[in-house]
């Protein structure tokens, strides 16, 4: 069944009969009905124009949810990856920091041997020092006080302290 139209209407014409309607009551109904059919025919039009529109606008907006989504998901996935490879940067400096320390730590304690031994060797040379200089103070001193020397030997005579 084809659907009418605004000319189906307009062009419609019923027989005549003896107790019939009044054919200009009936030509003023057809020409409102066609009037009325004809601004429903355009109104349906732009409504299936504008659900076309929709349509592809909603596709729009579908396909721009699905490519937000796929974004999304991406930027979660790099965001991850950057955090891990950012707690492995850092395990890594830490772990190299730590190497370093140790490094210092050695080197420090061995400087500090070294140090310890240069003391121990300045002690010995500075005890051997006073020992040669005690010892030549003693034979001048005894050189002097000899039998016939410069000094006479008395219980005054003080002794020497070179212990310093």
């Known amino acids: 069944m084809v659907p009418l139209t605004v000319l189906d209407i307009a062009n419609k014409e ?6 019939g309607y009044n054919q200009d009551e009936v030509d003023e109904f057809l020409d409102e009905v066609m009037k009325d059919y004809e ?8 409504l299936r124009q504008n659900t076309s529109g929709m349509g592809e606008k ?19 996935t790099t965001a991850e990856e950057m955090k891990q490879a950012a707690r492995k940067e850092a395990e890594l400096v830490v772990r190299e920091a730590e190497a370093r320390a140790r490094e210092l730590m050695q080197k420090a304690e061995g400087d500090v041997a070294q140090q310890y031994r240069e003391l121990e060797r300045l002690r010995r040379e ?5 020992a040669r200089v005690r010892s030549l103070l003693e034979s001048q001193l005894a050189l002097l006080t000899q039998e016939g020397g410069l000094l006479p030997v008395s219980a005054e ?8």
């Open 14 to 19: 019923f027989k005549t009969s003896l107790r």
């Open 39 to 46: 601004e429903l025919m355009r109104e349906n039009d732009e």
């Open 58 to 76: 909603l596709e729009q907006y579908r396909s721009l949810e699905q490519t937000l989504q796929n974004t999304l998901v991406v930027a979660q």
């Open 126 to 130: 500075t005890e051997q020092f006073r």
């Open 157 to 164: 005579t003080p002794a020497l302290d070179v212990s310093r």
